[in-house]
């Protein structure tokens, strides 16, 4: 089995649209990717890989995500295309290259993409994705590469508004 775990970055401050790959999590979103990478962590979910928009906030979720599980920050994939719109199919292509060693993957990433991602791996997925939405998608495959456009089962999802 495969799982790919998507996140929506936590909460960012509301202004500096002109900077908009420089904007920062705000207080609530710190402690909103706290409380969801906890409940991970609870789950014993051990990410062999996390893979990372570069954009500011993007990374600071992944980080406080890393820390929580365990995850050297330092081994964080970068992927500009997470930031600059990696469409579905070309996103399908990376997770289908991943070494088939690796189990767990963690992508964060923005909306309306991250949206995208789900409706394109998971089977009827028409949630809503608020800010730090964590979903997770198991594939019956023991190859990457065998995943396939809807393929994915999810078995679960996590928003902020569960954990107030």
């Known amino acids: 089995m495969k799982r790919v775990i998507l996140v929506r970055h936590a909460k960012s401050v509301s202004h500096g649209y002109d900077q908009d790959y420089d904007r920062t999590l705000t207080d609530r979103g710190e402690e909103d990717a706290h409380t969801i990478s906890l409940e991970l962590h609870k789950m014993d979910i051990n990410p062999d890989l996390i893979i990372a928009s570069p954009a500011v906030r993007t990374a600071q979720t992944a980080r406080i ?66 800010t730090c939405s964590t979903v997770g998608i198991d594939f019956e495959v023991d190859s990457w590469n065998k995943l396939k456009e809807r393929g994915g089962q999810m078995v679960f999802r996590f928003i902020p508004d569960m954990f107030s």
């Open 65 to 130: 995500y890393a820390e929580t599980l365990g995850y050297p920050f330092k081994s964080i994939l970068f992927e500009k295309k997470l930031y600059s719109g990696k469409t579905s199919e070309n996103f399908l292509a990376m997770l289908k290259e991943l070494e088939d060693e690796k189990e767990t993957v963690i992508v964060f990433g923005h909306n309306p993409t991250i949206y995208y991602y789900m409706h394109f791996l998971i089977h009827n997925f028409n949630d809503d994705v608020p």
